[in-house]
């Protein structure tokens, strides 16, 4: 019997530490991880996070094998609240590219918050005679497999939502792959393919500068930098709200209390008029969601993804 009540007083003191160590988390530095993705976003939110908590938010880039090491590296972190993944589409369609990762992205963490979008614009170069969506589609419809479409990197997320488009469209464009936005928009300027999905922050631009015209915008309303120009939804193509994103996920097993305090954090962050203005510069839509929430939109992208690499047959060497 005494030894029995030692035992509960141990685990009642276990409790007691883990529920003080919750409530006044953080009490150290943050690890912020990092795949290829810019880190824009993430130092402009773990500013501000510093300065409410007192506790510097550390930055850990860590590009190699297209996030690969990032996603492997948060994942086997410990489960403490103290390591975060900025979380991208680029964890799910890696998902769904290689079917044997050192980790399960899906399992293995646990959702926090959305914190930013990134709409995609489609491009064309200005000398393709179509003013609208619909114009290229029926232009692509004629000359099958006659257009070619700047690809930015095979299995990155714009690849996928590219082929989800020609899929709704049915319509035939050549893969033109490329290492990276640049140069992908490059040589959609210079004529040597005819059209693109633009990420906001490379194609607005152009657009604005009359190098590239924008026939439609991938998010479920209009940009504020081009008002003018329609959604792919209001072109025609109804299961085309698609967007690139930037997030919060944390190890599985990560407290809730503490998930919970994360996601009010960063989200009455985000929520500020300058932080909000600082990232539509940027070219992000601010977005702020509750655990379920975001949870729900990852899942929707991720059954997108997944979908997409198997109905296109998309591999990666």
């Not at 619909?134 to 257009?147: C, I, M, S, Y």
């Not at 792919?232 to 109804?238: H, I, M, Q």
Request: net charge positive; glycine share 8%; aromatic share 8%.
């Amino acid at each position: 019997m005494k030894c029995f009540l030692k035992f509960a007083a141990v685990l009642s003191m276990a409790a007691t530490c883990a529920v003080a160590a919750e409530q006044n988390y953080p009490t150290r530095p943050i690890r912020l991880i990092l795949g290829p993705s810019p880190d824009l976003l993430s130092r402009l939110v773990g500013q501000k996070l510093a300065e409410r908590w007192g506790q510097q938010i550390v930055i850990d880039q860590r590009p190699a094998a297209g996030g690969i090491i990032a996603g492997e590296t948060a994942a086997k972190a410990p489960a403490d609240g103290y390591t975060w993944l900025l979380s991208t589409a680029s964890f799910l369609t890696l998902a769904g590219l290689y079917p044997k990762l050192p980790y399960d992205f899906m399992r293995d963490f646990s959702p926090v918050t959305l914190m930013g979008s990134l709409p995609w614009v489609v491009v064309v170069n200005p000398a393709v005679p179509a003013k609208t969506l619909n114009e290229f589609v029926q232009l692509a419809r004629a000359k099958p497999g006659q257009f070619n479409y700047a690809n930015p990197g095979n299995g990155t997320s714009t690849h996928m939502v590219i082929e989800m488009f020609l899929n709704d469209a049915k319509i035939k464009v050549v893969n033109i792959p490329y290492k990276g936005v640049v140069a992908s928009v490059a040589d959609v300027i210079g004529g040597q393919a005819q059209m693109t999905f633009a990420i906001t922050q490379a194609g607005v631009p152009q657009v604005l500068g009359g190098k590239l015209r924008a026939l439609a915008v991938s998010s479920a309303k209009r940009l504020s930098a081009l008002p003018e120009v329609p959604t792919l939804s209001e072109s025609g193509f109804k299961d085309m709200d698609v967007v690139g994103w930037n997030g919060i996920h944390v190890p599985k097993g990560t407290p809730r209390a503490i998930i919970d305090q994360i996601n009010k954090t960063i989200n009455e962050v985000l929520q500020a008029r300058e932080m909000q203005e600082r990232m539509t510069a940027a070219g992000f839509e601010v977005g702020a969601t509750t655990v379920p929430e975001f949870d729900a939109y990852v899942k929707k992208d991720f059954a997108r993804y997944t979908k997409v690499i198997r109905e296109a047959n998309i591999h990666v060497d």
